[in-house]
Structures are given as structure tokens and as C-alpha cells.
């Protein structure tokens, strides 16, 4: 780390005297982790110290190492949300439901213990694995020390969560939502049941109204299609109800069906598709977020079906009155919820599109290079103006991020002292005496 930091600043002292359009970093950093593995019938774990280069990916780093002496599966996506992520795995070859399971909690072990996620689902070839019938969906059991599966089983029972997804006021994301209680098991019904009776943030997310349950309106069975694929049938009850439930949520209708589909998907073993009937008929086509019409095969809706619609929720902060920041939540897409441009400029008011020409992640460092069209405006701004918009991007960056000190740049050259008196020649920190 003192080699990157000394490398930087040289890297800042000799282009803030040149005419240089970037600075490239071209070192990595040392991320010293907590890996689970599988050794024979035990989870162990073991400190690493894991040469990262800038801007990489921690939690598929972290997977592909829990995976190093794994023979049957390989990692072929990562799903990430606020509290859950998502683990796409592809069998490779055949293997005991047993070593399945190891490896299902090595991973999430492995991912929980160094602070990624709250929760993790894993999905198989695209379904829910399962040990002596339990799902292994929302593994939420932390442990520090090598376990047994028998005993990480068992805690898994005591403290397994259900990951619902619920559509945004946008109507362009469905988001994942941790159910707060722990020990749940819910069959097909019971997912129903609880479906919307989860903690959300009504800022960014939607869901029907009291007097709509889902229990009430959609009769839910399984049934195994031709190819052998179990699926999920939601029979309407209801379809003038339904209706009135849609006009007063003002939640679009491909973002209900894409609910069902990831939330049925993500915690019913087996299960990957969804069939819904209206007046007695399945659904075979329906408008998509851009309002284009799109055929149903089989009338059966996957989780593919609706590939790049999910969304994760990030928070940002904004003027408020005299030298507050206020804290807003923002839904971006989740393959750009830690992408540290894509963060700021959505999520900081005071940040346009193209203010940030770059930005460097090094750890729990960032470097962050804006435009000489952002620096023009912020020279004429009050030390408290400049405060608030400066510290606006410091803090949002350490709440979505945990960056822990900033060094901004001007067009890639080493920022100074603004005429208000703002010094930006070393790095800042968060400031939440500006208030939350």
C-alpha cells in the first residue's frame, strides 16, 4: 500500500507540470481476505492477502478463490444487490448434493466474512440447490471458524432469509429485498403470503396497496412442462381486481411477472420458470420497459427473460438547507451499482454527465478526476458551497462504496486550493457533521 500511495502522488506531481490527458495507475492493491474453502467434509477458512488490480471485481475475485480446488462447478455470473447477491454457478460435472453444498457455503462464507453482502443465493444451472429437501437460498449464517455441513446446515435453517424482489417508481428495475425475519420456510403459498409484507425503501420501490395480497388474488400450483422443467403456475382469480391493483400501485406489468420470476426462482429448489394465467389464459406476450411487445415461448417466463432489468438501490447525498447534506436513494442497474463514475454523476445532484472523466479504486482509495468544465463552476462557488458539493461525492463514495479518503483531480492534473479557501491538495474524508 505504501508503494501505490508513493506511486500515485509521483504519478500527481509529475503531470500536474504537463499538458497529460489521464494519469494511468497501473498498479493493484492487496486485499487481505477471509477465503472458505472445502477441505474433505469441512468448510475451512484461511487469511489471504489477494493482489486486486484497480477497479476489479472483489466479490468475483473472492468466489473464483473459494472455487480454486472445486472440480464440478464454475462461476458464470454474479447477480449483486444492496443486502443479497446473487451467484450464477455451471455444473461441470456430476456431483453429490453433499459437495454441492459444501461449496454453496464456502462461497457465501467467503463473501459474507469480508463484508460484500448480507445474504447470498446461489442458483445452479439456473435453479435453487437444495440438501435433504432445505433450499439453500438467502444463506445468511456467518461463521468464523472451520464447520461441518451438518452444522452449517443447521444454522442455516435457524437463520435463512427470502429474497423478494419489488419494481421501482422507475418502472425500469425490480429490486431484491431482504425479509427481516430469520427461520423462514415458505412453500409456494407462503411466498405469496408474505409478498409485499417486507420492510422496503417507498422512496425508489412499489408494491400493491393494502386489500391486494397476492395470497387472495393467484391460486399457485407446480407442474413439470415436456422438457422435464418444473414450473410455477399462478392462476388469477381475479383479473378486474388485478387490474385495479396495477392502477394503484402504478407498478408496470412486466415488472410484476419479473418479480414473481426471480423470486420463485431464487427460492423454490428446482424451479425456474413461472406461468401466469389471466381469465384462464397464460400470458404468451407483454410490453416491455421500453414499451416493446415480446412473445412468451410456452407462455413460461424465466429470470433470462428479463436479463439486465435488475436494479440496485444507492444513496447519495444533496444540498439541503444552510450546510446540510440530506441522503437520496437512487436505483441504478446492478451491473453499475459499483462503478464509482456511473455512482457519483447519478447520485450527486450537483454532478452532470461528463464532469467525471475518470476514476481510480485502489482499495479503499479512490482518485477521482473531474472536468475542467466541473472545476470552472465549483471555483466560483462559497467555501461552504464547495464544502457541501465536494463532501456530497466523498460521502456517497464511502456509503455505496466504503472508500475511505478521496484525492480529487482537475483534468488529471493535481487539484489545489479553490479561491474560496477549500484546500483539494490532499486527500478528504467523509464529513457527516454535514449532517444525513
Not at 413 to 424: E, F, P, R, T
Amino acid at each position: 500500500m505504501k508503494r501505490l500511495i508513493l506511486l500515485s502522488l509521483c504519478f500527481l506531481f509529475v503531470f500536474s507540470f504537463c499538458k497529460a490527458e489521464r494519469i494511468s495507475f497501473s498498479d493493484g492493491y492487496v486485499l487481505q481476505a477471509s477465503i472458505y474453502r472445502v477441505d474433505g467434509d469441512l468448510i475451512s477458512s484461511s487469511k489471504m492477502s489477494l493482489q486486486l488490480r484497480n477497479n476489479e471485481s472483489t466479490a468475483r475475485s473472492l468466489i473464483e478463490e473459494a472455487l480454486k480446488n472445486c472440480s464440478f462447478l464454475r462461476l458464470s455470473g454474479i447477480e449483486c444487490g444492496n443486502q443479497v447477491y446473487t451467484v450464477l454457478l455451471a455444473k461441470t460435472a456430476a456431483a453429490s448434493e453433499d459437495k454441492i453444498a459444501l461449496f454453496s457455503f464456502a462461497i457465501a462464507q467467503t463473501l459474507m466474512n469480508n463484508n460484500v453482502c448480507e445474504g447470498v443465493n446461489l442458483l445452479i444451472d439456473g435453479v435453487c440447490p437444495e440438501i435433504d429437501g432445505i433450499p439453500l437460498n438467502t444463506i445468511c449464517a456467518k461463521f468464523t471458524n472451520s464447520l461441518t455441513l451438518s452444522s452449517a446446515v443447521e444454522q442455516h435453517i435457524k437463520t435463512r432469509r427470502t429474497t423478494f424482489y419489488l419494481p421501482d417508481s422507475s418502472g425500469k428495475y425490480i429490486v431484491a429485498v431482504l425479509s427481516s425475519e430469520s427461520g423462514e420456510d415458505f412453500k409456494y403459498s407462503g411466498l405469496l403470503k408474505k409478498y409485499g409484507h417486507v420492510t422496503f425503501d417507498t422512496s425508489v420501490l412499489r408494491w400493491f396497496p393494502a386489500g391486494y395480497d397476492l395470497y387472495d388474488l393467484f391460486a399457485v400450483s407446480s407442474e413439470y412442462n415436456s422438457s422435464g422443467r418444473k414450473v410455477i403456475y399462478l392462476k388469477c382469480r381475479d383479473s378486474s381486481k388485478l387490474d385495479e391493483a396495477f392502477k394503484a400501485s402504478k407498478i408496470e406489468k412486466w415488472q410484476f411477472l419479473a418479480a414473481l420470476c426471480y423470486t420463485f426462482n431464487d427460492n423454490c429448489p428446482g424451479t425456474e420458470r413461472v406461468k401466469v394465467f389471466i381469465d384462464d389464459n397464460p400470458v404468451a406476450a407483454l410490453p416491455t420497459y421500453n414499451g416493446a411487445i415480446v412473445n412468451v415461448e410456452n407462455s413460461e417466463m424465466s429470470r433470462l427473460f428479463f436479463s439486465g432489468r435488475l436494479g440496485a438501490i444507492r444513496r447519495g447525498y444533496e444540498n439541503g438547507s444552510r450546510e446540510t447534506l440530506v441522503q437520496k436513494s437512487i436505483v441504478l442497474p446492478c451491473q453499475s451499482m459499483n462503478d464509482p463514475v456511473r455512482i457519483i454523476e447519478t447520485c450527486v445532484p450537483d454532478v452532470n454527465a461528463g464532469d467525471v472523466l475518470d476514476a481510480y479504486i485502489s482499495g479503499q482509495e479512490a482518485y477521482i478526476s473531474l472536468s475542467n468544465r466541473f472545476y470552472t463552476k465549483t471555483k466560483s462557488l462559497s467555501l461552504t458551497q464547495a464544502h457541501k458539493v465536494y463532501y456530497a461525492i466523498v460521502n456517497t463514495l464511502y456509503e455505496n462504496l466504503g472508500i475511505r479518503r478521496v484525492m480529487f483531480l482537475h483534468d488529471s492534473q493535481l487539484a489545489g486550493v479553490l479561491s474560496c479557501g477549500l484546500d483539494l491538495s490532499n486527500f478528504l474524508y467523509p464529513d457527516f457533521g454535514l449532517g444525513s
